[in-house]
């Protein structure tokens, strides 16, 4: 555990800290798109998630900041917000995406939901549990079974991406194996077969399938760490273990759990973690081997991370995961902060530049913290 920090907040004050940096997210919000300026078309999908996410622990906070009406208009206008996506990976291995919006069509297509399709699986994922994750707060009544449908229709597009690996490719143009968009699979049909009743065996048998393909691919490695992806021959690539390919999977064996009743998941995500927390951090800090220049995506990993710590941390208690999602919260708070709150990429300080995606990103740590604490 780091020295840096010795004062302690409680829950009651991680939610304080929680409200004043949410408000400051909010000014990079662009409610005519209905995403997150400064930031990424996948990156606002995470913003929408910690939103809802502390929804869920302080409901009263988050009437009071209007998320419920927030959520509901990024889901009518991001739909109709084109966005043209590309993406390609770094010599160092991490991931580039270029988003360009283009003029706003009046009507969403017939289809429905087509604009949390696109071309990379990964995107779709995280607008999959931005949805679902939407649904669990009721959202007062509004939109909140569409939110559930909309995840349906992104797993039934995820699903037609099989990889001659097994699991599913990256993206639909580049046949790439990559840990992410396999780790977001599993998640989303773990989530769906614990929402949808009378569906259950059918998302559950995708997501038992996924979870077996997964823990055999190579993919976890002997330092009980995820790469970045596989070759084309599918064997381990040896490429960054990103800190969001450790945290994906914990909550995507957390809802597995829940499904089947398998404790023993909860005891391999605690494997992982543990793993991680000792191998990616610095002095009981979370680290990006990017750091500090992570580009718009790398400084999205970290709280992705952390908010998958939290939700197995609510399922599983361990004492020294708890005391690393509170020193991170601590330190960021402390180290990481300008005088508007703005909280930037590296969590250790000093603050430098913010966006909404470090905002967000360090967010999913404060919410973790008010939940834990």
Known sequence: ??????????????????????????????????????????????????????????????????????????????????????????????????????????????????NFLNDYYDDEGWWALAMIHSYDIGVQGIGDQQYLQAAIEIFEDMKKGNSSCGGIYWSKVTPYTNAIANELFLSVAASLANRVPSRKDYFLDTAKTQWNWFKGSGLINGDNLINDGLTDDCKNNGMQTWTYN??????????????????????????????????????????????????????????????????????????????????????????????QNELGGTWEGPYTNATAGTQSSALDVLVAAAAVA
């Open 1 to 114: 555990m780091s020295s840096h920090i010795t004062n302690r907040a409680d829950s009651a004050t991680y939610a304080s800290h929680t409200v004043d940096a949410i408000k400051t997210l909010q000014t990079w919000y662009n409610r005519e798109t209905g995403l997150w300026d400064t930031t990424g078309w996948w990156n606002s999908a995470n913003c929408l998630t910690v939103l809802a996410d502390f929804a869920i622990i302080d409901p009263s906070a988050s009437d009071s900041l209007n998320i419920p009406e927030i959520i509901q208009n990024t889901y009518d206008q991001a739909q109709k917000t084109p966005v043209q996506a590309s993406k390609v990976l770094s010599v160092a291995g991490l991931p580039i995406s270029t988003y360009t919006r283009l003029s706003k069509r009046a009507e969403i297509e017939k289809r429905g939901f087509d």
């Open 246 to 339: 450790q945290g994906v999977i914990l909550g995507g064996l957390v809802e597995l759990s829940k499904a089947t009743g398998d404790k023993s998941l909860l005891t391999e995500a605690q494997t992982i973690a543990s793993a991680a927390i000792t191998k990616l951090s610095k002095d009981g800090i979370l680290f990006e081997g990017c750091e500090p220049n992570c580009g718009s995506d790398g400084s999205q990993f970290k709280g992705i991370f952390m908010r998958n710590l939290h939700y197995l941390q609510k399922a599983a208690p361990m004492d020294p995961i708890k005391n690393f999602l509170l020193t991170n919260a601590d330190t960021i708070w402390a180290k990481n902060r300008n005088a």
